[in-house]
Every structure is written in structure tokens, then in C-alpha cells.
């Protein structure tokens, strides 16, 4: 394994290592498909000796669970570890436990539902993430989120949950209405797609036709990263990891370099003054893709 020195700071305890390229082919802009195992191992460690305390996943990851634990068990990283229920993978408890065995561990630091919709026609499942963190097999329980009315729903039916994540970056501010009221009510804040799934590195001149009504907010970005001689990812992940009311930043990546890069942006500390409304809010979800 290749020796990794990297200065650690605040930021790095902030961000968090996504890992469904472990598991999957995954993102937009991915040229290399699924991350090998012997790179999952330089990453992890580049993570660990960085200063990064977290790692996210979920049962619906393809072999990231397995990739992950077989790593950990190999080696001296520790990591706090958050997994996802997936929609229509049987009994919580059980989906659970086949999880823990995967990651090679006996309690994971969190535990979120994946698809709100399964959780809206299947709400008893709830019962059973509370017995979960009742018997202390996880700290924190909570929601994967896509749109603000999912939250909506939660609020009105009086669902506490301790963690949530959700879609956030510098054009998709949906849900910065709600931070407040989330850190009042005690809610960790886990925030994705702060690439936009890897949208913000795309050519823009390849763009897909469906994603052609982006291209002007992208010439907006690269506008602002040529005035303040900053590059995308510095913009991305400062937007993200200045905002005081966000507890986790994910960052998924396909290699080490890619988490190098990451790393040292975030230790630029910059302050991103930017606004980009975008209009087209259904392209903010990369369901709506295809």
C-alpha cells in the first residue's frame, strides 16, 4: 500500500466518505466503473489517516457492504458506519443483521430507511428501526431523502428521527428552509450529491439532450470559478462544508486521487458567496434523467 501523507483539519471530520462506487458502476461523469478492491483499500486508508470519521453505504450498494467490511477487518481503520434500508428487501431486523455481517461488525452508528415511498406504504417498519437503536445496535435512526415534502411528511405525522440526508449543493438548495428547524429538534444533517452526482464535472458540450437546460447554470459555475480563480470541487465542497447547520458532507469517490483532490480542497476553507437559481427543479433529481 502506497504511504499517504495528508495534513488533517476541521473540515476532514466534516466530510464523508460515500461508497456505492465500491459496490456499483455509479455516477454520471464515471469513466472507471466499479472501484477495485485493492483501491477501496488505498482509499480507505487515505480516508482514515485524512481524518475522516465516517463512512456511508446501504444494503442496496451491489458489494460495498461485503468490500467494506472485508477491508476494515484487514486492517487498523476504524470508521463510523451508516447503512440503508433498502425498499422490498424483507424484514428490517434481518435486512439488518445480513448487513452487520457484511461489514464485519456488531453495531453500526447509523441506520436510515433508502426509499421514502416503501416507508409511506410500509410504516410500520419504523417500530422495528426504534427496537434496533432500543437494543443498541445502532446509534442514530432516520430517512434518506429526495424532495422537501417528504420531510413535510415526517414533520406532520410527528416521526422523530436522530439522522437524515438529503440532496444538497450549490444548485439545489430545496431543503435549506428546513436546517433550522432540524438542528432545533436535534437532527444530525448528512448532505449528497454535492457534485450533483458528478453533473458539475460533465463536458458541457456532451451534455445529454435531457440535461441540455442545465448547461447554462453549469457556464454560470465555470463563470464564477474563473473570477475567483477557484476550481469546481474547491466551489462544491466549500459551498457545502461552510454552511454551519450541516454535520456530514458526503463525497463519493472512484479512486484515491479523486479523495486526494477532495481532501485538499476542503482544506481551503474558501467561502463560496454564490447564488444560481435553477428553474428546471425536476433535473435536480437524477431520477429524472433518463
Not at 486508508?45 to 484487514?74: F, H, P, R, V
Not at 417498519?125 to 431523502?145: E, P
Request: net charge neutral; charged share 25%.
Amino acid at each position: 500500500m502506497k504511504n499517504i501523507a495528508i495534513t488533517s483539519c476541521n473540515n476532514e471530520s466534516k466530510l464523508v466518505l460515500g461508497t456505492v462506487q465500491f459496490g456499483l458502476n455509479y455516477g454520471i461523469n464515471n469513466l472507471h466503473g466499479k472501484t477495485k478492491p485493492q483501491e477501496v483499500c488505498t482509499i480507505l486508508n487515505m480516508a482514515y489517516e485524512s481524518g475522516i470519521k465516517c463512512l456511508d453505504t446501504s444494503y442496496g450498494y451491489g458489494d460495498s457492504e461485503s468490500i467494506i467490511g472485508e477491508t476494515l477487518s484487514n486492517h487498523a481503520f476504524q470508521f463510523q458506519i451508516i447503512s440503508k434500508y433498502p425498499q422490498n428487501s424483507g424484514e428490517v431486523k434481518d435486512v439488518f443483521n445480513r448487513s452487520l455481517q457484511r461489514l464485519k461488525v456488531s453495531h453500526v452508528y447509523g441506520y436510515m430507511v433508502h426509499h421514502f415511498s416503501y416507508f409511506k406504504d410500509n410504516s410500520s417498519i419504523w417500530d422495528d428501526f426504534r427496537a434496533l437503536k432500543n437494543d443498541a445496535k445502532v446509534d442514530k435512526i432516520g430517512f434518506s431523502l429526495y424532495s422537501p415534502d417528504e420531510l413535510e411528511y415526517l414533520f406532520k405525522h410527528n416521526i422523530c428521527f436522530d439522522i437524515i440526508q438529503f440532496p444538497y449543493n450549490v444548485f439545489d438548495r430545496r431543503f435549506e428552509s428546513y436546517m433550522v428547524e432540524l438542528k432545533q429538534r436535534g437532527v444530525e444533517i448528512h448532505v449528497r450529491s454535492t457534485f450533483l452526482q458528478g453533473l458539475f464535472y460533465k463536458d458541457r458540450e456532451t451534455l445529454p439532450a435531457r440535461l441540455q437546460p442545465l448547461k447554462k447554470y453549469l457556464l454560470l459555475l465555470d463563470d464564477f470559478a474563473k473570477e475567483k480563480n477557484l476550481s469546481i470541487e474547491d466551489i462544491a465542497l466549500g459551498y457545502n462544508l461552510q454552511n454551519p447547520h450541516i454535520d456530514g458532507v458526503l463525497t463519493g469517490v472512484d479512486n484515491s486521487e479523486q479523495l486526494r483532490s477532495n481532501i485538499y480542497a476542503s482544506q481551503k476553507n474558501v467561502i463560496i458567496d454564490l447564488q444560481i437559481k435553477v428553474k428546471e427543479k425536476e433535473l435536480l433529481n437524477p431520477v429524472n434523467w433518463n
